[in-house]
């Protein structure tokens, strides 16, 4: 806006049909910016949405199979169960606010636990083709499915090439109000409040597209609320001789 105004400003003319010209200008590169903000704040509340849903439809895969483990031999049960609760540990984890590297290495021990889990089960499948095993393995399955379309939905940002070019077009947006501005030295305190407003609105669609840092994050309240349920299943559960 200050180069608009110290620089190009010079190259503007006071007759009435270039000011004119110039009103248009500015009224359609404000409303274009207005729209490309809008449609860029619609794609990041969108993403933001479908990580949550995924986030429930996790919780929900892991509290089935959970029940459903139940339908195995008491020995496989138990050592499912057990991974099951560890891999939920690393789930709740994964929506924290972590570095990089222990990003990577939740995501490499929850892969271990799928593989872990899977191979507890192959025997039993290969072993026990019942219709109730067939229900167990569908489990898993959503399970280890839901993890990836969790994770394709972290993935999936905003591309960089459009922060670019939606940054270009409001840097042109404040450069034609400075252009325009005819007392932009006295009520420079004024002026500002356009490209303070322009930031705010960039920080705050950044800040929704992304998962793992910035003020708004996924809470993973579904995942909690299943640890904590399992936990008082696993504390009641009655265990033999009839003890709590």
Do not use: C
């Not at 860029?40 to 949405?49: E, G, K, L, N, P």
């Not at 892991?62 to 891999?87: C, H, M, V, W």
């Not at 994964?94 to 490499?108: G, L, M, N, P, V």
């Not at 090439?161 to 325009?180: C, D, E, Q, S, T």
């Amino acid at each position: 806006m200050w180069f608009g105004n110290a620089v190009l400003s010079k190259y503007r003319t006071k007759d009435t049909e270039t000011s004119t010209d110039l009103g248009i200008i500015q009224t359609a590169t404000l409303t274009l910016l207005g729209l490309i903000i809008g449609f860029t704040f619609s794609m990041a509340i969108a993403r933001y949405d479908l990580r949550q849903t995924y986030e429930e439809a996790e919780a929900n895969a892991i509290g089935t199979e959970f029940l459903r483990a139940d339908l195995l031999p008491s020995k496989t049960a138990e050592t499912i169960k057990g991974l099951l609760n560890e891999y939920l540990d690393q789930r709740i984890l994964f929506y924290s606010k972590q570095d990089q590297e222990t990003a990577r290495q939740i995501t490499q021990r929850t892969i271990a636990l799928e593989n872990a889990m899977w191979n507890e089960l192959l025997p039993v499948a290969r072993t026990q083709s019942t219709p109730t095993t067939a229900l167990v393995i569908s489990g898993m399955n959503d399970v280890i499915n839901s993890h990836g379309y969790t994770q394709a939905a972290w993935w999936n940002r905003i591309p960089t090439a459009a922060w670019w070019l939606m940054g270009a077009i409001a840097i042109g947006a404040n450069m034609l109000v400075g252009f325009g501005a005819r007392n932009f030295k006295r009520n420079v305190g004024l002026f500002m409040i356009f490209p303070m407003m322009i930031a705010i609105s960039f920080f705050l669609i950044a800040d929704i597209d992304s998962p793992r840092g910035g003020v708004i994050r996924i809470d993973p309240r579904n995942l909690n609320d299943l640890k904590h349920n399992m936990n008082v299943v696993h504390s009641t559960a009655p265990t033999l001789g009839g003890k709590k």
